[in-house]
């Protein structure tokens, strides 16, 4: 009879957890990602500074995100921190969560479209992780570039149509980068100059969206699959309208605003 090695988290490593148990000393969670195996949160380590009351910190059945500190396999201990967690480890940690949540749906629409079963489902998950980081980048992946950009996945013919169908309606994340331009012309046809100047641009360029805010300003922003390929694409723009104008003897300024992401599904 054999036993089952328990998979145990690695010191230094990020993990999520539920808290089960609160004391005065402390609290106990179990990890999410470990088959719900027991951790301790020590009160020294839940935030900087004396804690009067646990409780004000973490709550029974609440989510955290954690540092394991100590692990000790024999015994089955493993020592948590909550204060040496940086808010950019939480954030990551978090949106590594969600995406595998996300994809976890993802597979479980597939087998019930193709109809497959448990082992073929885990045999295409498995082919999947030994291409991408998660099963969402891979249908990201499809959902921007076709079935034909994971052709080496080697899909069943059923199980490639599904999963396209699938992919053909996930909204895409996107990023927006944005800006406020101050465009005037003292002609006497000077909003006909500016309008014409701008359509042309927007006619370029699917991605571009001008906004009219109420002379002299005008809000332009591009949609992007990346802030990188955003920002490319968003310098020879203004350079055009800028030429355009100054060559009617109009006055041009842009001045960025926030850039922000969209929302993924």
């Given amino acids: 009879m054999s036993t089952e090695i328990q998979e145990m988290p690695e010191q230094g490593e990020i993990v999520l957890a539920t808290v ?51 692990v000790n396999s024999k015994r ?21 969560v969600k995406k595998f949540e996300k994809g976890k749906t993802l597979l479980q629409n597939v087998q019930e479209k193709a109809k497959l079963s448990d082992e073929e489902i885990e045999e295409l998950e498995d082919s999947i992780y030994a291409k991408f980081d998660s099963v969402y980048d891979a249908f990201i992946e499809i959902g921007r570039n076709g079935i034909e950009s994971v052709k080496e ?17 996930i909204k895409l994340p996107s990023v927006e980068i944005r800006g406020i331009m101050e465009i005037t ?23 571009i969206d001008i906004t009219y805010l109420g002379a002299p300003k005008y809000r332009l922003s591009i949609t992007s699959e990346n802030f990188k390929t955003a920002e490319k694409s968003l310098k020879p723009i203004i350079e055009e309208i ?21 929302r993924e599904n």
């Fill in 20 to 70: 089960t148990k609160v004391m005065d000393h402390g609290a106990y969670v179990t990890l999410d990602e470990y088959d719900d195996i027991q951790g301790f949160l020590h009160i020294s380590e839940i935030a900087p500074g004396w804690i009067r009351s646990v409780s004000r910190f973490v709550k029974d059945g609440e989510k955290k995100v954690l540092l394991v500190k100590k």
């Fill in 76 to 96: 089955g201990d493993i020592d948590l921190s909550l204060k040496q967690v940086s808010k950019d480890q939480k954030k990551q940690k978090l949106k590594e």
């Fill in 153 to 169: 996945l080697k899909l069943a013919k059923k199980t490639a149509t599904v999963i396209g169908e699938i992919c053909s309606k």
């Fill in 185 to 207: 012309s003292n002609k006497s046809d000077g909003v006909e100059i500016i309008k014409k100047v701008l359509l042309g641009v927007i006619k370029k360029d699917p991605t």
């Fill in 242 to 262: 800028q030429t355009n104008i100054e060559k009617k003897k109009g006055s041009f300024k842009f001045t960025r605003e926030e850039s922000k992401k969209t």
